[in-house]
C-alpha cells in the first residue's frame, strides 16, 4: 500500500530541501530529521565518495545522525555537509561532546562534472553554500522530483537522470521510504525503450504505467554504459518510522541496494560509487522478525519505484550538451 504523499516525507519528522543550479547543472538534497535517527548505510559501488560514511557502520559508536545530504560535484561537492553542519548548528542540533555539539551529517556525492553545465566556478567551489540552502529550503510535506537538488545534473545511460521518491506501508502499519538520486552508470529503462525495469513493482501508474516490453530480445539484455572513462553514481536514503537497531537499519541498507540491482542494469559498476543511507525514526515499535522481513521486501520495491520515478519526472538541462530526457523521447 502507497502511503498518502508517495515521498520519503511520508516518514513523520523528516524534510526535504533542494539547492539547484541549472547552469551549474548540479545542485545538493539534504534530509534533515527532527531528533536524531538510528542510522546506518552500505557502500556497493566501486567508486565511491563520502563523508562520514566510515561511522555508519553498527561496530562504531555513534547510533544517530541528524540529517543526511546527497550532492552531485564529484569530490568538490562533499563541501555540502559543512553547509548543512553549519544550519544545525545554528539551531543548536548535535551530538554533545562535553559542552560542544558537533551535528552529525553522513554525505554521498554523485559525479556530474560533465553534463556540460559551467563548471568555472573559481577558488572555492559553491556547494558548501548550496548545502546551507538545501537546509534551510528544507520542509515537510511535498517536494520536488526530477532535476532538482542532487539530481540536478543526474544522467544513465540512455535518458536522463534526477531525484525520486516512493513510500509504502507494511501490514503491521509501518512506513518506509526511500529518495534515489539517480545517477547510473547503467540504464533504468529496458534496452533503448521506454520501458522501466522498474515496471513490475509500479503503484498507481507513478512512471507512466506501461509495464514491460511484450517480448525481451537479446538487445534489451545488452550492456548499456555512459562510458568507461566516466563517473557516475546512484546515492539514495531509505527511512522507516520503525523501531530498529542500528545493525537492523544497515540490513535495510543492503535491500535497498537489492531494489537499485532491480531498477537499473548494470548496478554496482566499478566505476559507480552506489550508496544507500538508511535510518529509523523510531516511533512505531517492531513486533516481531517476520514484521522487519516485510519492512526489508518493501525497502526493495520501494527503491526500484523511487528510481524509475527519477528517470520519470526529470527534464533536459539548459546546455547544448545536455542529455535527452525521459519525457523528450517518450511523452510525446
Known amino acids: 500500500m502507497v502511503a498518502p504523499l508517495n515521498l520519503l516525507t511520508d516518514i513523520e519528522g523528516v524534510a526535504v530541501g533542494h539547492a539547484t543550479d541549472l547552469q551549474l547543472g548540479s545542485g545538493v538534497t539534504a534530509i534533515i530529521f527532527d531528533e536524531p535517527a538510528i542510522a546506518s548505510g552500505s557502500v556497493l559501488g566501486g567508486a565511491p565518495g563520502g563523508r562520514e560514511t566510515a561511522l555508519l557502520d553498527p561496530s562504531m559508536t555513534v547510533q544517530t545522525v541528524d540529517a543526511f545530504v546527497l550532492s552531485g560535484g564529484s569530490a568538490f561537492g562533499l563541501d555540502a555537509a559543512g553547509g548543512v553542519q553549519a544550519g544545525l548548528r545554528q539551531i543548536g542540533r548535535g551530538f554533545p561532546v562535553g559542552s560542544a555539539k558537533v551535528p552529525i551529517v553522513p554525505q554521498a556525492i554523485l559525479m556530474d562534472l560533465l553534463n556540460g553545465g559551467d563548471k568555472d566556478w573559481g577558488l572555492h567551489s559553491p556547494y558548501r553554500d548550496m548545502g546551507y540552502d538545501a537546509f534551510c529550503a528544507a520542509q515537510k510535506g511535498t517536494f520536488a522530483l526530477g532535476t532538482v537538488g542532487a539530481g540536478t545534473g543526474a544522467t544513465t545511460a540512455t535518458v536522463k537522470g534526477g531525484i525520486g521518491s516512493a513510500s509504502a506501508k507494511t501490514s503491521s502499519g509501518h512506513t518506509i521510504a526511500v529518495l534515489m538520486a539517480v545517477n547510473a552508470m547503467g540504464a533504468a529503462t529496458v534496452g533503448d525503450t521506454k520501458h522501466f525495469w522498474s515496471a513490475p513493482f509500479e503503484q498507481d501508474d507513478e512512471f507512466g504505467g506501461l509495464g514491460l516490453p511484450a517480448t525481451f530480445t537479446a538487445d534489451h539484455m545488452a550492456l548499456r554504459m555512459k562510458g568507461v572513462a566516466l563517473k557516475a553514481t546512484t546515492i539514495g536514503v531509505v527511512v ?91 511523452a510525446g
Request: hydrophobic share 50%.
Open 240 to 330: 522507516t518510522d520503525a523501531v530498529l537497531t542500528k545493525a537492523q537499519a544497515h540490513r535495510l541498507s543492503i535491500m535497498a541496494h537489492d531494489g537499485l540491482a532491480r531498477a537499473v542494469l548494470p548496478a554496482h559498476l566499478p566505476g559507480d560509487g552506489d550508496t544507500i543511507f538508511s535510518a529509523a525514526t523510531g516511533k512505531i515499535p517492531m513486533d516481531d522478525m517476520s514484521a522487519f522481513a516485510e519492512l526489508c521486501h518493501l525497502a526493495t520495491l520501494v527503491t526500484a519505484r523511487a528510481v524509475a520515478r527519477g528517470v520519470f519526472e526529470a527534464a533536459a538541462l539548459p546546455n547544448a550538451r545536455a542529455q535527452p530526457a525521459w519525457r523528450d523521447r517518450f
